[in-house]
Structure formats: structure tokens, C-alpha cells
RNA sequence: GGUCCGUUCGUCUAGGGGUUAGGACACCAGAUUUUCAUUCUGGUAACACGGGUUCGAUUCCCGUACGGACUACCA
């Protein structure tokens, strides 16, 4: 058995996809659980469509979300280059051979004449309209043109690009290791082009190439390819490495939450949610779309749920460290079925990550809310420690305790209208003078004073409770009040009760 | 249109020739929390349809429907 060897190549032409990441995680998955090598390719083969930033972007957020590349682009390797762009002398000779071989063939027909053909078979309801072993003859090429001219049109830098010779009636059988076996008959290939007129090759030449050069063994990659699959077959057998041709996945789709189809960015944004791992600025419009990063998710959250998307370990566990993931999964235990993309569960295991972190940890997210200085690592932790059970994104930190930072500026009118009376401005104010003489507060201290306060003037604590809340945080909910008093401190609470006691008109 | 791929609760899915078809999210209800959230308990809810094969099919086969991907000198 060869070591296993996977990449993830994506192509620089935008944000990474949130179904790009889950590829991602899976080729990481299978290397690291053979302890095999991923390696990160660049495929940049379109230079119409390069967008810069887009590379800088896709290592960001792999780092982000902690998948590890151990060779490729950013820290080179055996096989470098590994942007396809700066290997293409490399396809050059492989196009070369195909062609030498009878594999493949020169075609020169214009965009025009390309078009027009279409339209003619269209016309004559023709069901195909390919470059193909039926109309290749019709066209302007090496197998059509005599051997003289195509050397002269070659000569004289007359626009050309390789052609693949598929042959015309053959069944191309493929083993796939989530959908089995696939058969294509080969004239439903068409004689897809490999090399474009401006020399680079196309994403069927270059894969293949780099695939084989790099000794991957695993291809895991979109179901999107799998139509394309058989021609990568013809080609690793017209190259002469049918034997070290790697294993194919062909994984399920990522679908839009509601209705149908492949889940995109419009989806998303319609629906609310991100797309991307972080925050990307589009050059081009200038428009910024919100990462999963910057709308408080946590990236192993974000990991765990996608590694779901698709795959189960075939227990009832459900929440797994990436470590744990690692030891679980298997390729065989990937669905067929896309998924929907419920963001839903997505939260939910956000929730459940944010409350399994350790205080100290979470406090980073709140100190990040906060201009620095302005709240020790210890406070924070202590505030995040009161507020983890009832928090879905980082960010709730800062939104859920602002009151610890700012007073209230406004009290809630409804509370207000229901609790604010005589009973709560006796206890308060009583509460409040007596706060005054402990500066060391405590939960449990502040919950025996203002029990003792409510007893000896005849008034039920529950009672109050709204009113007290209200006028020390300003909202009617929140988390345990006599914990959040005692981050408060005394006097700051004494203060808060005191310039409500003035503020709030007595209903 | 053609080719290929797919189809179990609303969603992610387990299961697999004989099961009360299991779990999770979401939703609903109750309990806890003298708040809200959390938590706990319970509930609603699924094998797309039609033919085979079989003593028996949700499970195997075929077809239909539906959905998706692909059908570029894009990846």
C-alpha cells in the first residue's frame, strides 16, 4: 500500500465555500487518520477568473478552522511548484505526448466557427452539440487538416488548443469509493479540451498531471467532478498510469436549507447566515461578506458540524474534537444524499462548544469587544463564566454583558410598569443602604442581606427581584443577578440602585 | 433535451428482508430556574410512488416521479 497522500486544491477565484472547508476537512481527515500527507494545490489555471487575495484568503481560513497542510503552497515541499500556473511547462510535455501518441489532437477553430457548429447540430436536433468523436471530422484540426498545413498554422502561431481523442465507442468504467462503480460510454465524453490557446492547460490536464506527479492516492473532491471522472480515467490511461491512478470520492453536495439546489452565497444571504470562514471584501464590488469567524462561531464548532454534513461515525455521539473525528472517520461512512444546510444545528453546536470552553479561554472573545485595558483577563473570565450557559456566539458575550461595563442608560418599560412600586423603592432603598456598609460583596452576601432586608419590612423577595434586576442591569432577564452583583462590586451597585431609585417615576 | 448521481421524521441522519423504524437539531408541552436562557422529562413527526423477487420488503431488482450535478478554451 502507498502512503496515503491527499490534496485540496481550489481554485483563487473568490472566498473559500463553506462546502470548499468541508473537502477540506475530509481529505485532513483521512491523512491524518493514516498518517498520510495533505497537500494544498493552487489552481490557477484560469487567469480570467484569478482574484487577488483569494489564495491569501483560502490559507487563512484553513488556519482558521485548524486544518494543517503538510506540503503545498505554503510551506513547499517535494513536489513544487504547487501553483498550477508556475507548472506549465510541466503539462506541456504530458499534452505533447498525448498528442505524439494519437491521444490527442491540435484544433483550431475559432470561438465563431465553435458556435456556429453548435447552432447546426442544435438545428438539425441533433441531442449533442460536443466536440466529439461524431463531429470532430467536421471541424478545423490535426485530424482533419493535412499534415503539411497544421505544421504551418503551428509555425505561424495561429491560435490552437490539444484536444482529447475520445474514443468513439467504448464503456469507461470507474470505482468510486462512496458511489461505486460508475459506467460512462465514451460517447458521451467529448473531446474536452486540455491545452487553451493561451497555453495554459485545462483543470482535466492539470489535475491529472499534478495527481500523478504528486502520488496522491485519494481524490476527494465534489460530486461536481464526477461527470468529468471517466475523462480523468482516459487520461491517467492514455498517460500510462492507469496503475497508480488514485481512488476516487465524488462527495455529496451541500444544498440550500430550503428548496433546492447547490448552496450558494445568495442563499445564504437571504437566509442570514454566512458562507465563508471569515470575513471577505469582494475587489471587485467592494461588497463585504460576513465570515462564520466574525458572526461568533468557533471553528471547531464549525468543523463538527460540517464533518455532519455527510458523514456519520454510525454511533450516537455527536460532538467530537477534531481528534476525535480524526480516530472515527472513514471514507465508506460518507452518505450519497446531499445535505441541506441548516444553520440551526450549526448554532447548536456552537452553544455547546462555547459552554464546554474553559472561562479563561472564552474571556478573549469579550476582551476583544472591549477597548483594551479597559477589563482585567480575570474580570472577564469571571463574566463570561456567569454567561456561557446561555450564549450561542462569541459575540453574545459583549451583547449579554454590556451592563457590567456601562450602566443602564434605560430601563425596561415593562418591567417598569409592573414591578416599580412602593414595595421595590422600600426594598431598594433599604437594600441599597445596606450594601453601602459591605464593600466586599458577595453572591451569597448579597443574597442574605436582601433577604434579610425584604423580612424585616414584610415584603416577599420574589416580589422585588424584577425591580432590583432592572435598576441594577437594566433589562428584565438575564443571568443569576446576586453573581453579577458581586462582579459588579458594591458600590457600583449601590450607585446603579441609587440612580434608579431618582430616575424611575414611581407607577 | 442528454448523461450521470441521488431519494428514511421539517432538517442532519442510524438501521436494514420479519424492528414499537433509533438518535440529534428544530418545533410543541410540562418541570426546574421567584427572570430569561440553560438543564431535565415528555410529545408531534419519516421509509417518494408502482411493479416484481420473497412466506414476508422500508431494506434486493426494475420502472416512474421528484431532486441534483454535469453538458465552456471555468474550476
Redesign the pocket.
Known sequence: MRPVRVRF???P?GALHIGGVRTALYNYLLAKKTNGTMILRI?D??Q??FVPGAEEYIIQALEWVGIKTDEGVLQGGPHAPYRQSERKSIYKQYAQKLVDDGNAYY?F???EE?EAM?NRLKATGS?????SATTRMMMDNSLTLPESEVEQKLKSGV???IRLKVPDSEEIELHDLI???????SS?V?D??LM???G?????L??VVDDYLMQVTHVIRG??????APLHVLLYRYLGWEKQMPRFA?L??L?K?D????LSKRDADQAGFPIFPLNWTDPKTGELAKGFRESGYLPDALLNFLA?????P?T?Q?LFSLHELIEAFTVE?I????????I??A??FN??YI?AKPDEELAEYLLASLPAGTCSPERAAKICGVLK???TFTHDFWLQGKFFFEAPASYDEQVISKKWNDDAIKVLTAFSTALAAIPDLTAAVAKTTL?KV?AELGI????I??AL?VSVTGA??????MLSMEILGSSEVVSRINRALSTIKKV
Open positions: 486544491a481550489p481554485s477565484t489552481e489555471t484560469d480570467t477568473r484544433a477553430d475559432s470561438e465553435l453548435r441531442v449533442h452539440q460536443q466536440y491560435p490552437y488548443v458511489r461505486g462503480e460508475v459506467k460512462v460510454h458521451q467529448d474536452k479540451v487553451k490557446s493561451d495554459m492547460p485545462t483543470y482535466h492539470a489535475n460530486e461536481e467532478w464526477l461527470p468529468s465524488h455529496p453536495l444544498l436549507p428548496g433546492n439546489g447547490k455532519f454534513l455527510g458523514w456519520n454510525g450516537e455527536e461512512r452518505g450519497k444524499a446531499g445535505a441541506r444546510f441548516d440551526h444545528k448554532q447548536w452553544q455547546q459552554k450557559e446561555r450564549v433577604e425584604t416577599g423577595t420574589g416580589k427581584l424584577q434586576r428584565g432577564s438575564g443571568p443569576d443577578l
